[in-house]
């Protein structure tokens, strides 16, 4: 499992590096203002989307069911499934994207009800969002393929797809840009065009796997398909909670100040880093394997798996917020802080990040407990902690938008999550389904001591250094960041949290 975390982790990390260039250049482009608003509104809806027809509900039940029926019926079956899957979801998704193309102007109303005091934002809002929303069909479909990829336990290709989002976005800003009407509809049609090219490369990489998928396969349903559809349905919140409440999120930011949404997309990015290397690349790795180990009959394995996956979150997560809250400012500043995107615009954003950071290891943590119970096809029981936590979401939004704007939004997010987390592993554990062995016990509080450490050098270097904006402050950050983690990686090894020669084996094996 850990070859496989650290193979997704590592294409991960390529993808959000060059997703932070493309934020850098948005932010010199359109900084935090009405464009920037816009555009931000029009790529979360996609995206919104995706994650939960896509990565999210469909994945939590697809993956299961194609890991079963590739142990118990063999690769003929599976494929089979894959593509009867895929036709469907062709056909529900062809026909809510046409959907979506005519009423945006009534999907917006909802999304962002906000922009409609200010026409000709809300104009280009849903202009936007008509030239991105066909992304949403085709990263479906790149989620499809690349959770047979995974299934198949190839995680590489499925991975590295994002890399060609940010990549194509960057060639658009500068190659369409004098072509369209602003930068951000040069950006939008980078993004539509990048979805054809993701699923591309998905399809060429599960064909020589030895699985090449007809996605236009006659649609049937047969018994396994029929449950899959099944486990759609309550997944669509079970494994988008959070989503939602990032929905939530923008639909309240529309009411505040113009800027707020980008000071949050700007906030989350950021928090994304560790979040999609670590939370991704684990829950990727951690179902499939879940799923094979419940099938073969083997529960003290998938006890061993899942409490490793805590170790490593906890191990990656903590320290990761840590820095995030410490280093909110020069991070922010180094990264974002030029052209349209001023010194004011990175303090407001640092208050976001620091927030986000808080709920870090939480949102980490969703990602291991819920394939707990999508491995064993209990789709049901994330869907009523989903609906609770996104009401609890839109409560606390509600009370804390006024006094605290845009953190008190990021604050809700937060709150949310670690009552998520914890219920759904009060649940796995009060069903016998999760226990805290005795390394997990010991290493846990080790850990957050080496954070806590690190966060104590991290402030004073960042005190005695001082990053700020431009390339001199980007490698001072770096200086920092390189220090802290030798500091932590230090301490959990002295203390007895990490086994450092331990991780090089497995990370070799």
Known sequence: MLRSIAT??????????????????IASKLGAGPMADAFFVALKL????????????????????????LTQRGPAAAKALAERMAMLLTLWLAILTGLGLLFMPQVMQVLAPGFRDDPGKFELAVELTRITFPYLLLICLTALVSGVLNGLGKF??????????????????????????????????????????????????????????????????????RMVLRRMGPGLIGAGVTQVNLAVDVIIASFLPSGSVSYLYYADRV???PLGVIGAAVATALLPLLAKQIHAGQPLSAHRSINRAIEISIALAVPAAVALAVLALPILAALFQRGAFGAEEARLTSHALVAYSLGLPAFVLVKVFVPGFFARGDTATPVKIGICCV????????????????????????????????????LLSRRGQLHWDHRLRRAAP????????????????????????????????????????????????????????????????
């Not at 658009?172 to 939008?188: G, R």
């Not at 609890?392 to 998520?420: C, E, F, I, R, Y």
Request: net charge positive.
């Open 46 to 69: 996609p995206n919104l989307f995706r994650r939960l027809f896509g990565e999210g509900a469909f994945n939590a039940a697809f993956v299961p069911a194609f890991a079963q029926a």
């Open 8 to 25: 997704v982790g590592a294409w991960t990390m390529a993808s959000r590096v060059l997703g932070f260039l493309r934020d850098m250049l």
């Open 391 to 426: 009401a609890l979401n839109l409560g606390l939004n509600l009370l804390l938008m006024g006094p605290l704007q845009h953190v008190g939004v990021a604050l809700s997010t937060v709150v949310s999550a670690w009552v998520n987390a914890g219920l759904l592993a009060w």
């Open 271 to 273: 928090a994304q880093l």
């Open 156 to 225: 590489a290709a499925a991975a590295a797809a994002p890399i060609f989002f940010n990549l194509l976005s960057m060639i658009a800003l500068f190659a369409l840009a004098p072509f369209v009407a602003t930068p951000a509809h040069a950006l939008a049609w980078g993004v539509t065009l990048s979805g054809g090219v993701q699923l591309g490369l998905v399809m060429w990489a599960c064909a020589r796997a030895g699985m090449a998928l007809n996605l236009f396969h006659a649609p049937t349903l047969p018994p396994e398909v």
């Open 446 to 509: 080790r850990l957050l001591a080496a954070a806590a450490v690190m966060g104590v050098v991290l402030a004073g270097l960042s005190w005695a250094l001082a990053p700020g904006p431009g390339l001199i402050g980007i490698a001072l950050l770096g200086l920092v960041c390189a220090m802290g983690g030798a500091c932590y990686f230090l301490v959990a090894q002295l203390s007895g949290g990490l086994n450092l020669r331990e991780l090089k084996r497995s990370l070799r094996r």
